[in-house]
């Protein structure tokens, strides 16, 4: 069972920036592409950003595309959200999720593993 930990939200100025983190255990971390998504009150969880179980490839949504950038450290067990630029749009919990193979998926149903989420809150 593959267990995933975020941790690095928080209250930022719009500009700003802020690296997300998420911890997984259990697994073989290679072998699950990881993503990123996004929700707000009353909304569907969004995709954000997504890599594949090598860190080869990375998808981005149109709405972060040049100001987040997604990484992985497969030694380590952990994927990485790095998002720079930051808006009040982009204010949402973002939660790590783990795909049981290692080629992208956009869609949350595509994703077998969740973390807990962090809040993130960007003032403008």
């Known amino acids: 069972q593959v267990q995933l930990v975020e941790s690095g939200g928080g209250l930022v100025q719009a500009g700003g920036s802020l690296r997300l983190s998420c911890a997984a255990s259990?697994?073989?971390?290679?072998?699950?592409?990881m993503g990123w998504f996004r929700q707000t009150p009353g909304k569907e969880r969004e995709f954000v950003a997504a890599?594949?179980?090598?860190?080869?490839?990375?998808y981005y949504a149109d709405s972060v595309k040049g100001r987040f950038t997604i990484s992985r450290d497969n030694a380590a067990n952990m994927a990485y959200l790095q998002m720079n630029s930051l808006k009040a749009e982009d204010t949402a919990v973002y939660y790590c999720?783990?795909?049981?193979?290692?080629?992208?998926?956009?869609?949350?149903?595509?994703?077998?593993?969740w973390g807990q989420g962090t809040q993130v809150t960007v003032s403008s």
């Open positions: 890599i594949t179980g090598r860190g080869v490839s990375a």
């Open positions: 999720a783990g795909r049981g193979e290692a080629y992208i998926g956009v869609r949350a149903p595509a994703y077998d593993y």
């Open positions: 259990g697994g073989t971390f290679s072998r699950y592409a």
